[in-house]
């Protein structure tokens, strides 16, 4: 498996809580380098377009409201199949049914604030890391 890069967010619901330094922590831990980071504000276009997969789903203005609620951290991560891995460190959607010892297990609030977003396929991860980083901002 090659090295590949995914896109993640530490939503709002981690930054208000101050967690943003515990979860990249795990994700340091199991091997993944952030080659690109910043902490920004999501304006609701941004948070619309970037969810734009979920618009008819029932909560899609919930969940474009809540990504605008506050701060969040985007980043890039890097790794061996960084995209399936970070997808294991973060757990299931739903806190409920997510792993022990995973971020959305021993973090998440809800459904909805379950403090980390990860890109699920290698062309959305190219897709989303275009919608927040220019290429130089990327440094592996
Ligand atoms: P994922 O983040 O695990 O990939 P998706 O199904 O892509 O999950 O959903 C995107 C985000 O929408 C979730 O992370 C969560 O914040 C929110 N979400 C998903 N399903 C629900 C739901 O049933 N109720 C409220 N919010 C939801
Ligand atoms: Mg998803």
Redesign the pocket.
């Known amino acids: 498996m090659a090295i590949q890069r995914t896109f993640s967010i530490l939503k709002p619901d981690a930054t208000r809580r101050n967690l943003t330094g515990a979860i990249n922590a795990k994700f340091e831990t199991k091997g993944l380098r952030i080659v690109a980071q910043k902490r920004v504000r999501m304006s609701q276009a941004q948070a619309e377009a970037f969810?734009s997969v979920?618009a008819a789903r029932p909560?899609f203005k919930?969940?474009v409201g809540f990504m605008t609620s506050g701060p969040v951290v985007v980043q890039v991560l890097e790794g061996e199949n960084a995209v399936a891995l970070n997808r294991e460190i973060m757990g299931a959607?739903n806190p409920a049914n997510a792993d022990a010892g995973t971020i959305r297990k021993e973090f998440a609030e809800s459904?909805?604030a379950?403090s980390v977003?990860?890109s699920?396929s290698p062309e959305n991860a190219a897709i989303e890391i275009a919608q927040f980083f220019a290429g130089n901002e990327i440094v592996g």
């Open positions: 969810y979920h909560f919930d969940l959607t459904i909805e379950n977003h990860g699920d």
